[in-house]
């Protein structure tokens, strides 16, 4: 009997040791650790000489007819408006000037024709520009009815926000002021779209990348060398705002600069938050809901095309798209774009979401289902 109950003592203590083990080999301190993930495509690089800083902030179209033709519609700060296909090839390009971030929205009414549109915040004329997607071809058409001048001393970071509660479209810019403003955006008579100001705000130095939550009404904006700021979106809020992000000795995967910012849409409010930080090459996570609790950090490294570095701006889809990307994708810009060994000029990394999400411990979401759009 005492051989037996020995036997079953040793048996616990050994699965006992064996869980504590399995539960060690996945314990991860996300203050010291960045996951990896390897893109599956690269973008054409964009055309511009080999030292510019050029390419800037990519926006996902997604085509509800046929997914697997969805676009990319990246910035070109130097000239203009780059359109790629889901491989990463470029399809058109459109000479509008120096844009800088860019952002797409979904059913737009305009007078009673839902459309997609693409805006972007231009440094050659100070203003907003919007474009209509035509859904057949994936190009774009210019549907502002006049120009829609900022009055920042100088227009930056850009993002749309659709208040679903009483359907109205805004567009958000920012200067390297400081100041960012709300732009209420509505259909004209001619079948063209125009803009005014109703809300400004404020942060203490340089901001850049936005991104508006449509379903939580939030608005979060990276001040580039503070952190990330969370405001209302709503166009009659005051402007009370709340740090979300910034570098500490707690957090040291925050680097600075912060540059672009994108969200993750799940179902029930779910999904994340992310932000490119620019001075350590990575990528930080964030739940989207509730205070924005810190998840881990990411980084994009070399494998078939190279990795990404000092990355401007990103974006991501949580939807199927074909595939090649089943479980959506994220993409970000690369400041550092390598051939080879040789230095190519700047283009942008496209990163199977399911990488990312199984890279971190414990893994990340993956909802394809839910489309916010």
Known sequence: MKQLFLFFAIAILIASCNTTKLEQSVTVNIY?????????????????????????DPSIWYNSENPKDSRIIGTDKKQGICIYNL?????????????NNIDVRYNFNLNGHLID?????????????????????????????????????????FCFYHDIQINKHYAFVNGKNGILEQWELFATEENLIDGKIVRTMRVGSQPEGMV???????????????????????????????????????????????????IYYAADGQGYLIGSS??????????????????????????????SEETDGIDVINVSLGSDFPQGFFIAQDGYNYDGDSLSTQNFKLVPWERIAMAFKPNLMIDTTYKHF
Do not use: C, H
């Open 278 to 307: 620019q001075g350590n090459n990575s990528y930080a996570v964030y739940s989207r809901s509730g205070n924005n609790a810190y998840l881990g950090s990411f980084s994009v490294i070399d494998s078939t095309v190279d990795g």
């Open 87 to 99: 491989n990463g090839q470029e399809l058109f390009f459109y000479p509008v000037g120096r844009v």
């Open 117 to 157: 549109i693409v805006g972007a915040s231009n440094r050659t004329t100070n203003a907003i520009d919007l474009f209509m997607v035509n859904r057949d071809s994936g190009t774009i058409i210019r549907i502002n009815s006049r120009l829609l001048v900022s009055e920042v001393d100088e227009v930056y970071g």
């Open 212 to 262: 508006a939550d449509d379903e939580l009404g939030n608005l979060f904006v990276g001040e580039e060398d503070k952190g990330i700021w969370k405001f209302s979106a709503k166009s009659t809020e005051d402007s009370t705002r709340i740090l979300v992000a910034e570098s500490d000795t707690l957090n040291r995967n925050i680097a600075f600069d912060i540059e672009g910012i994108t």
């Open 32 to 56: 010291d650790t960045i996951f990896q993930a390897a893109a599956l495509f690269e973008t054409t690089p964009v055309q511009s000489q080999l030292d510019d800083d050029a390419a800037d």
